[in-house]
């Protein structure tokens, strides 16, 4: 027989905290105010890294509405794009479904920083480069696959019976999105929005290249870590907080299953 | 109710992102065919191309990129393995738990690990200097880290997903006819997860492949990974930099395209 030992359950949450811990102390380490080697624990907490983020003036505070700003422009255009074609291969109504699974993810395997200089190149030309347009044009490339994806797997033959049956008691199509065709896809729908803003919300490389001149969340943090780490880790913990809110509603989802 | 063709439907999202990609493309390879110093403007040149492909730090880097690649993939599917192991079956408080690095940027890991074991970082502090370089090194330790600690929960959760109570219903009964833990593993329970794993594993190597931030943060500053190459590349002030840029990037970016094919043929011949 196969026995599950204790040691073995300890063993699990064991790792589970090693894996997770460190990103919650993130935020204690951003409060951070003196730390001189080699005391175990810091000497003074304070606000210091906190006043420097939150500071007017510094590139900290357009980074963070910018990254929001630019994660959402970008997961709403990509819902509507999508929509269509998440549903003709949720319906399985595609007669060659791999070509258009391959053509849509094979962008997500090529590296950010690659694609992002390729489309530099027709942004200045075109004068779109450093615009908020051309970041989203450029995170478009990422973000469009996964929720192109996740958005078919909530659309099948069942919701479109469903959507049938609606039309028949005469609900208009406005009154069929409303109350069946949303209802029914919610949860891919949730991930797939959730996706698409973590998506563009952590890309690096498509920023850099294609809006050196304004200000995101992971481009204004990386000089940071070496010059400041406690102001590191304070921007950190606000560039966790999509990520942990992702975790929070998939993990209730998966409970509602 | 009437509906839109398949074909028409697909449209919108599809020539999106072919024009994205392809535009970027044909943008790089522009780009790289533009002349150095000594060339014209208007006119095609190679010597971009030739210039990288004889540059030994072109071929140091692409040697250190292909090993942090394969040697995180590697690790990270061992690492998987095991902790599918260990966690199936139990609550799923603890499966959110191993599930945070998921969803967290690349970027983050790599600034957690250096807050944790980088110089005066949290196990310096608790442990005295760590004996070897985690950070910075040339074996590139610190990214493979990186990528173990956020593609291997990744991998697990591929796995735990195919690898259910009927799975362990087999492996019972392999047990009881007398099969060990590592007969199980090969002959029950590896056809279940291994197309999910490799498929997985793809993704997670085409990563580290392109690995940017990461190696920016955490990574040696000899050898590079090839983007940090092209990035060094386009931020010199020689005239061929921004050709020589796109010349490197479109070698990875042909690498990850011709992997990704050749993995779709071959699931296509499986099937």
């Not at chain 1, 870590?225 to 880790?233: E, G, K, R, S």
């Not at chain 2, 195919?162 to 590592?182: F, K, S």
Request: aromatic letters at 8%; one cysteine or more.
């Amino acid at each position: 027989m196969i026995r599950r030992t204790r040691p073995a359950r300890i063993g699990a949450w064991a790792v589970a905290l090693a894996v997770s811990v460190p990103f919650v102390i993130l935020l204690l380490q951003s409060f951070v105010e003196s730390w001189r080697a080699p005391a175990v624990l810091p000497q003074r907490f304070g606000l210091r890294a906190w006043s420097i983020v939150l500071a007017e003036g510094t590139a900290a505070r357009p980074a963070l509405v910018n990254s929001a700003l630019v994660a959402l422009a970008t997961t709403t255009i990509a819902l509507f794009l999508a929509w269509p074609a998440a549903r003709a291969l949720g319906e399985s109504r595609l007669r060659r479904p791999t070509l258009v699974v391959v053509v849509m993810t094979l962008p997500v395997l090529v590296p950010p920083y690659a694609v992002g200089t390729g489309l530099a190149e027709w942004f200045i030309r075109l004068g779109l480069v450093d615009s908020l347009s051309a970041l989203i044009l450029a995170h478009m490339v990422y973000v469009l696959p996964y929720v192109f994806l996740l958005l078919a797997s909530g659309f099948s033959r069942e919701v479109e019976s469903l959507e049938e049956a609606a039309r028949a008691m005469g609900a208009g199509t406005v009154h069929r999105l409303r109350f069946v065709t949303i209802p029914a896809i919610a949860p891919s729908l949730a991930l797939a929005a959730l996706m698409g803003f973590l998506v563009s919300w952590g890309q690096y490389g498509t920023s850099l290249s294609v809006g050196g001149g304004i200000a995101m969340l992971p481009v204004v943090l990386v000089p940071f870590v070496q010059a400041d780490p406690p102001v590191a880790a304070a921007l950190g913990s606000l560039f966790l907080v999509p990520a942990v809110f992702a975790l929070i509603v998939a993990s209730r989802q998966d409970r509602m299953n | 109710m009437r509906r839109v063709p398949a074909a028409v439907a697909v449209l919108p999202a599809c020539m999106i992102i072919v024009a994205l990609f392809g535009g970027a493309l044909v943008g790089a390879v522009r780009t790289s065919l533009e002349p150095g110093p000594a060339g014209l403007a208007g006119e095609v040149s190679l010597d971009a191309w030739r210039a990288i492909l004889t540059d030994p730090a072109f071929l140091d880097s692409l040697l250190f990129t292909s090993w942090i690649t394969l040697a995180s993939t590697a690790i990270s599917m061992i690492v998987a393995v095991g902790l599918a192991h260990l966690i199936r079956g139990r609550r799923r408080a603890l499966w959110a738990l191993f599930g945070l690095p998921v969803p967290v940027p690349h970027l983050l890991v790599a600034v957690v690990v250096v807050l944790w074991i980088g110089p005066a970082g949290v196990v310096d502090r608790l442990a005295g200097a760590l004996p070897f370089e985690l950070i910075r090194d040339r074996a590139g330790l610190g990214i493979m880290l990186v990528y173990v600690l956020k593609e291997a929960p990744f991998l697990t959760l591929l796995i735990v997903a195919v690898w259910g109570p009927e799975v362990r219903a087999r492996e019972e009964a392999a047990a009881t006819m007398g099969a060990g833990p590592l007969q199980r593993l090969r002959w029950v329970v590896w056809p279940r997860i291994a197309a999910p794993l490799s498929f997985g594993s793809l993704i997670v190597a085409a990563f580290v492949f392109g690995s940017f931030e990461v190696p920016l943060v955490v990574g040696p500053t000899y050898p590079k990974t090839l983007a940090v190459l092209a990035l060094d590349a386009a931020r010199t002030s020689e005239l061929d930099g921004q050709a020589r840029s796109a010349s490197i990037l479109l070698v990875t970016a042909a690498v990850t395209i011709v992997c990704a094919l050749l993995l779709v043929r071959r699931a296509r011949a499986d099937e």
